[in-house]
Structures are given as structure tokens and as C-alpha cells.
């Protein structure tokens, strides 16, 4: 079996950038507008390939991220979003 190194990084949608501001307890980290924070993402998502990992997009529903932040006793912040986001990916290479 070949494995395959994979990174799941946190990905939003532009209808629900606003929320996210509003949730997360960390939100002055983040970019003002999505356009910013999508130009930022997607560097990273290109720097993360261009090392020679697969990139896996966890998209982040507000409603939904925040049940599970409180399901794992975590705060809504950068570290949650990692978190999260590894998970996805580990749950995608499953399949």
C-alpha cells in the first residue's frame, strides 16, 4: 500500500465568511474580506502541493463547526479549524 502525505487545510464559502467572522473567538487573525482571506488560502494551498502534498478542502460551515468545536471541547479558534481539518483529511484518505 503507498501512502500518500496529505494536508487538510480549513476552507470557508464566500456566503459564509461573514458567520465565520462573527464565531470564531480568533477572527482579527483572520483576513477582513474573503477575498483576501481566499487569496491567502489559496497560496497556502499551493505551497502545501508545490512541497508534494495532496491538499484536501475542509469546507467550514459556521453552524456545523461550531457543534463540533463544542462536541470536542474546543474553542472556535485557529487551533479548532487545524484540527478539524486533519480530521477531514484523515477521514477522506480512509475512503
Not at 29 to 38: A, C, G, I, K
Not at 58 to 74: Q, R, T
Not at 76 to 81: E, N, V
Not at 86 to 95: E, P, S, T, V, Y
Given at each position: 500500500?503507498?501512502k500518500?502525505?496529505?494536508a487538510?487545510?480549513?476552507w470557508?464559502?464566500?456566503?459564509?465568511?461573514?458567520?465565520?467572522l462573527?464565531?470564531m473567538?480568533d477572527?482579527?487573525?483572520?483576513?477582513?474580506?474573503?477575498?483576501?482571506?481566499?487569496?491567502?488560502?489559496?497560496?497556502?494551498?499551493?505551497?502545501?502541493?508545490?512541497?508534494?502534498?495532496?491538499?484536501v478542502r475542509?469546507?467550514?460551515?459556521?453552524?456545523?463547526?461550531?457543534?463540533?468545536?463544542?462536541?470536542?471541547?474546543?474553542d472556535?479558534?485557529?487551533?479548532?479549524?487545524t484540527?478539524?481539518a486533519?480530521?477531514?483529511?484523515?477521514?477522506?484518505?480512509?475512503?
Open positions: 500500500m503507498v500518500v502525505a496529505a487538510g487545510i480549513s470557508f464559502n464566500r456566503e459564509d465568511y461573514p458567520r465565520i462573527e464565531i473567538v477572527a482579527h487573525v483572520l483576513p477582513p474580506t474573503y477575498e483576501l482571506w481566499r487569496q491567502k488560502a489559496e497560496s497556502q494551498e499551493r505551497s502545501a502541493k508545490a512541497s508534494g502534498l495532496a491538499v475542509a469546507v467550514i460551515k459556521p453552524e456545523e463547526f461550531a457543534f463540533w468545536c463544542a462536541k470536542e471541547g474546543l472556535i479558534d485557529a487551533k479548532a479549524r484540527a478539524f486533519a480530521d477531514f483529511a484523515a477521514r477522506m484518505l480512509k475512503h
